[in-house]
């Protein structure tokens, strides 16, 4: 059936957890083409029709059901945009797992530019998970800037988890979402630097509907000489509530801009942004040495709880 | 059997030398089972720190074993056989209690096996396999857990800093069953404990006045008991549950 090569292999699994072609609706893109795609009776997969990417229908009342649209480039040089929207129908509770995987051994920069669109109906859950790999020793960058726009219907909630631990030269991701009543946003990031590496964040998230709710938290850490901005902002329109949260841990020459917004148009709204940026606790250092932990491993035990 | 010999350690406050450790030398043998105590700032977190390794002394020898290992990392001491219980258990973020007890067994464990240790310490083990190690657990829950990493550890001298602290009295008898569990297969080891508590004082073999970074007082329970009961370093629960203040 799907035939690929061990780097595709490699990067599929780091990205989507995925050994086999997955159960459920899938498309699975690979050096700029679809290389699989499958529907369900409840989940429709369309090729846009000037090619520049796909159409996720998902019928109202889809329960338990997945969508897979990894993509995967081992091509070095490779530059591509492409446009997934997602209708997800009302009431429908659906998981959605992309992601993309980047080997690049080549001189040439590869990148991935993906424009994710979710048009949450009513009542709708959706669980959203994203992660993005890189791999290569190639001189050519590999570049993911991705762009997710979110809109919500009343009393929708999606929960959105974004995880970029390895390998992406360059990042910068907007995330933009508009909520009506009652719809409830929550998104759990988490980055890690190291290298040359950048990497932007930036949300802007409208609450416009009477009890709606964002919870937008950021873990990260840079490390060498990389650097981050996180910049989120939420706007309350109405009698909502929102909180941002920006944990970081720094490390050798790391850099990172922490910028909170908040904008409350309304008396109702209640809106909450954290920043905290630092080294690792020293004390947590010391106390796994004394369990016989080099610092490096102490390190490391330390950063891989931070970013769990 | 862990030498400490003419121990100093000065620290530098406000362009003032401070001595913390003023000349301290004893042994803690083998097989026994040593309590420090005294009063309050005398110095007896900054001796444990400085058995851990976490200070290094500004001058004397440490010796482990016939071993110096005054210039020894924190890394290797552990690895040498030093376990350490911190008076303030440190808090992280996302690391699970479960790795913690891992970490410290120095293998691969399995959940069943950690949490024998957390048994061991009176807490309902499979309540606390999952939690994460930071601020959402209670102080006495951080205490128990500091000392399950020590006993997961398995050490040849193992330093406890007021384990007592934070723990309701109702669960004391347990932590003293701990320790009384480990005097009993401390064949090759030794233990120390940093208390102020009588009864924790009353399974030591030893004792040791620690004030003003010195050595004031040393003696076998048997001599040294009569003249501390009832002083601030032998707190007996009585005065602790009906609040009184302790007596300096
Ligand atoms: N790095 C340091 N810099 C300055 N002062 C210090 C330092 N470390 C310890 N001290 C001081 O040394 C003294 C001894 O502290 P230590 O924590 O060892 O006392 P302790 O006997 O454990 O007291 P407690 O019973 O309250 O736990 C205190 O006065 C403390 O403030
Ligand atoms: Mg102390």
Redesign the interface.
């Known amino acids: 059936m799907i035939q690929i090569d061990e780097i595709q292999k490699r990067l599929l699994k780091e990205v989507a957890d995925l050994h086999q072609v997955p159960e459920g609706a899938y498309n699975i893109r690979s050096n700029g083409k679809a290389i699989g795609r499958a529907s369900t009776a409840n989940i429709d997969i369309i090729p846009k029709e000037n090619g520049s990417g796909i159409d996720i229908r998902i019928k109202p009342g889809t329960k338990n059901e997945s969508v897979h649209i990894p993509v995967v480039m081992s091509q070095s040089g490779l530059k591509e945009l492409v446009y997934n929207d997602f209708y997800i129908g009302e009431g429908a509770d659906v998981v959605i797992v992309a992601g993309c995987g980047i080997d690049n051994c080549g001189p040439e920069d590869s990148e991935h530019d993906g424009i994710h669109r979710f048009y949450v109906g009513r009542g709708a859950n959706v669980k959203y998970v994203e992660k993005h790999y890189g791999s290569g020793h190639g001189t050519g960058k590999r570049i993911l800037n991705p762009g997710t726009e979110v809109y919500m219907e009343e009393d929708s909630s999606m929960e959105m988890e974004m995880v970029q631990i390895k390998g992406v030269d360059d990042t910068n991701r907007t995330t933009k979402a508009e909520l009506a009543n009652g719809a409830r946003l929550v998104v759990r990031e988490r980055l890690m630097t190291h290298g040359e590496q950048t990497a932007i964040s930036t949300y802007l998230v409208d609450l416009n509907g009477d009890g709606s709710s964002a919870d937008v938290v950021s873990?990260s850490v840079a490390r060498d000489t990389s650097y981050q901005k996180f910049d989120a902002k939420l706007v309350g329109n109405a009698a909502c509530s929102g909180h941002t949260e920006c944990?970081s841990i720094i490390m050798d020459k790391g850099r990172i801009l922490a910028v909170p917004g908040l904008e409350a148009n309304s008396v109702d709204a209640a809106l909450v942004h954290e920043a905290a940026i630092g080294k690792i606790?020293g004390?947590?250092i010391?106390?796994?040495?004394?369990?016989?932990?080099?610092?490096a491993e102490a390190e490391e035990?330390?950063i891989?709880?931070?970013?769990? | 059997m862990l030498e400490l010999q003419d121990i100093y350690f000065n620290v530098k406050a406000d362009d003032a030398k401070k001595e913390i450790i003023n000349g301290i030398s004893l042994t803690i043998p083998d097989d026994k089972l040593v309590v420090i105590t005294g009063p309050n700032g005398g110095g007896k977190s900054t001796l444990a720190r400085l058995i851990?390794g976490?200070e290094k002394p500004t001058s004397g020898r440490i010796i482990l074993h016939g071993e110096d290992i005054t210039e020894m990392?924190?890394?290797d001491r552990?690895?040498k056989g030093?376990?350490?219980a911190?008076q303030q258990p440190?808090k992280?973020?996302?690391?699970?209690v479960f790795?913690?007890i891992r970490?410290?067994s120095?293998k691969r464990i399995s959940v069943s096996e950690a949490c024998t240790y957390l048994s061991a310490v009176g807490l309902c083990a499979r309540d606390y396999i999952n939690r994460e190690v930071n601020g959402s657990l209670s102080g006495g829950e951080l205490k128990r857990i500091e000392i399950a990493?020590v006993l997961a550890?398995g050490s040849v001298l193992s330093v406890f800093d007021e384990p007592e602290a934070g723990i309701d009295l109702w669960s004391f008898q347990n932590l003293i069953e701990v320790f009384e569990s480990m005097r009993k297969n401390i064949k090759g080891s030794s233990i120390l404990i940093i208390s102020h508590q009588e009864r924790i004082l009353n399974i030591a073999d030893e004792i040791i006045v620690l004030k003003d970074g010195k050595l004031t007082a040393q003696g076998s329970k048997e001599e040294m008991m009569p003249q501390l009961t009832g002083t601030s370093s032998a707190v007996r629960e009585c005065s602790m549950l009906s609040g009184a203040k302790e007596v300096r």
């Open positions: 873990r944990d606790a004390d947590q010391i106390k796994l040495m004394t369990l016989g932990l080099t610092e035990q330390i891989n709880g931070f970013l769990k | 851990a976490i990392s924190i890394t552990a690895k030093i376990g350490f911190f440190v992280f973020k996302g690391i699970q790795d913690l970490l410290a120095g990493t550890k």
